[in-house]
């Protein structure tokens, strides 16, 4: 059975640090695209960092230089580092994994998906 679960949300000023954590069963992540989107109340789901099987990460234009995505294939476990956060990166973030071919932040690629972890940031 496939499982994603993600932890390391959590409240936090502008300017503060949050680091998720994606914990995978059910199969092997260093295969697979894996990727981070967020969704906020009103607002489509956001691809936020993926990373493919060649360790090759990719990343929305307003994360970039703040978030660092990786993944440790013997853990199977996905993360990201979130740096210099804004009140504006508020949200559900979730992760997901695909087996696919193409690999980009797309979430119609996405087939597993956890239940999400909240970020909150306060000005």
């Known amino acids: 059975q496939v499982q994603l679960v993600e932890s390391g949300g959590g409240s936090v000023q502008a300017g503060g640090s949050l680091r998720l954590s994606c914990a995978v069963s059910?199969?092997?992540?260093?295969?697979?695209?894996m990727a981070w989107f967020r969704e906020t109340p009103g607002k489509e789901r956001e691809g936020v960092a993926v990373?493919?099987?060649?360790?090759?990460?990719a990343y929305a234009n307003s994360v970039k230089g703040r978030f660092t995505i990786s993944k440790d294939n013997a853990k199977d476990t996905l993360y990201l580092q979130m740096n210099s956060l804004k009140p504006e990166d508020t949200g559900m973030y979730y992760c997901?994994?695909?087996?696919?071919?193409?690999?980009?932040?797309?979430?119609?690629?996405?087939?597993?998906w956890g239940q999400g972890t909240q970020v909150t940031v306060s000005s």
């Open positions: 059910g199969f092997a992540i260093s295969t697979y695209c």
């Open positions: 997901a994994g695909s087996s696919g071919g193409l690999c980009f932040l797309g979430a119609y690629l996405f087939h597993y």
């Open positions: 990373i493919n099987s060649e360790l090759r990460p």
